[in-house]
């Protein structure tokens, strides 16, 4: 009998669906040059300390497994900076840090070991388009929260009704994508305590840590001025035993193609991560990770500061013609299509898409289809025509 997909198939695979921002993909790849700006990473080289450090792992033979947990080299460098940053203390030895194939793989991880049959993991909408697919695949189901009418901002006073005794976990991400915003402290610190009350763990995906703008930032642990981080739940006093904190390099450091991430929280909870790792993942990929262990020396903070001056740039011209909320950090904005249009998101990106402008509906990462995503992590010159074009459409 010859195989077929209806007998074979598993109903989780079928559960979810190919990514929407591939569709927009293929429609771009009709453009002769399209101004992209739907891409989501970084436009600069990768800074050449890292590609030095990868470079140099390869011609040394580090081509072998790593530990599961990760490269000690690399573990100790990621606990400094948790320390640094947040004052965490990571034990020594294999616990509370896992090295994972990128920050896809820790929240998979996560999902797989908290989620089971009819679980739910609160996430927001408009969401990262992975989390849905995520918790699906892992057995469990994700409930989205809207956050339209908070500016995008996920906020405990939002997230509180939607817990139910089926309730693992509640995913946070700040800076967002796709709107980019920023929680401050306080939501963070509202967050925490909401999470640390119904005994569930908070997921904190901050993949885009690094690109938070000056006017959006908080102090660091050590309290020096100077140093003006990301505001995170994991900032507060005892953080470890409720947030599991997701963070990566790809965005930071322009390798997402490395896959590489890593996450800390609970012990009990990466122990179990750990274990799925070991069956799975197996280990993030060793010459990627010897690159990344030298990624915390490398300043990004001129690049940062040159995206907050496209960020501006993006409010300036869009901002008089729809209703746009600030992105304080990643590289995303998540503009409203003006109701006087009379358009859906898909309709307004088709309309862009014939005028050579490449962007991304917002019902790619919702369950509403009114806005659009646009990514500004493009060269000047393309981000500049592309803007102009969206103005004068969105104008009408
Ligand atoms: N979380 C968010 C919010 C993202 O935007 C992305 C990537 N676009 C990821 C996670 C996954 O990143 P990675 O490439 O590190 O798996």
């Known amino acids: 009998m010859t195989p077929t997909p209806d007998r074979l198939i598993a ?5 979810i669906d190919v990514s929407g921002i591939r ?26 300390r890292i590609k030095a450090a990868a470079r140099d792992a390869i011609d040394a033979d580090r081509n072998g497994y790593t530990l599961t947990t990760g490269m000690p080299e690399l573990r100790a460098r990621a606990s400094e900076s948790l320390k ?12 509370g840090l896992l090295i994972t194939t990128g920050t896809s793989g820790a929240l998979t991880l996560a999902m797989l070991s908290l989620l089971g049959p009819g679980d739910e993991i609160i996430v927001p909408d408009p969401y990262f ?46 800076p967002s994508n ?34 938070t703008f000056s006017d959006f930032t908080t102090s660091h642990a050590s309290g020096d001025p100077s140093i003006a981080r990301c505001p995170s739940p994991a900032r507060e006093p005892g953080a470890e035993d409720t947030v599991l904190l997701v963070r990566g390099f790809g965005k930071t450091y322009g390798v997402t193609g490395w896959r590489m991430g890593y996450c800390a929280g609970p012990t009990w909870l990466i122990d179990e991560m750990a274990k ?6 197996v280990c993030a990929p060793s010459i990627a990770q010897a690159g990344c262990a030298a990624a915390f020396d490398v300043d990004m903070r001129p690049i940062v500061e040159s995206y907050r001056v496209r960020r501006d740039r993006v409010l300036s011209t869009l901002g008089p013609h729809t209703e746009i909320e ?58 500049d025509r592309g803007l102009a074009i969206l103005a004068e459409l969105l104008a009408g």
């Open 84 to 95: 640094t940053d947040l004052g965490w203390e990571i034990a020594t030895g294999d616990t």
């Open 326 to 383: 600030t992105p304080g950090g990643a590289f995303y904005a998540f503009p409203k299509v003006p109701e006087r249009l009379g358009l859906t998101g898909t309709q307004f990106v088709e309309r862009c898409i014939e005028r050579g402008v490449l962007v991304i509906p917002g019902g790619v990462f919702s369950d509403r289809d009114t806005h659009f995503r646009l990514s500004f992590a493009s060269p000047d010159e393309q981000l």
């Open 23 to 48: 569709r927009v993909f293929e429609l771009g790849a009709s453009l002769k040059n399209p101004i992209n700006l739907s891409i989501g990473q970084p436009d600069f080289p990768v800074p050449e």
């Open 178 to 211: 796709p709107a980019g915003v920023v929680a401050n402290q306080d939501e963070c610190r509202a967050m925490l305590e909401l999470c640390r009350e119904r005994g569930v763990v908070l997921i904190s995906d901050e993949i885009y840590d690094e690109f």
């Open 129 to 174: 388009v992975a989390y849905g697919p995520m918790a699906t695949v892992a057995g469990g189901r994700a409930v989205p929260c809207d956050t339209y009418a908070t500016g995008f901002r996920m906020t405990a006073e939002s997230v509180a009704p939607l817990i139910t005794e089926r309730t693992k976990a509640v995913l946070f991400n700040s």
């Open 11 to 15: 109903d989780r695979a079928r559960a």
């Open 276 to 281: 799925i790792q070991q069956y799975t993942f």
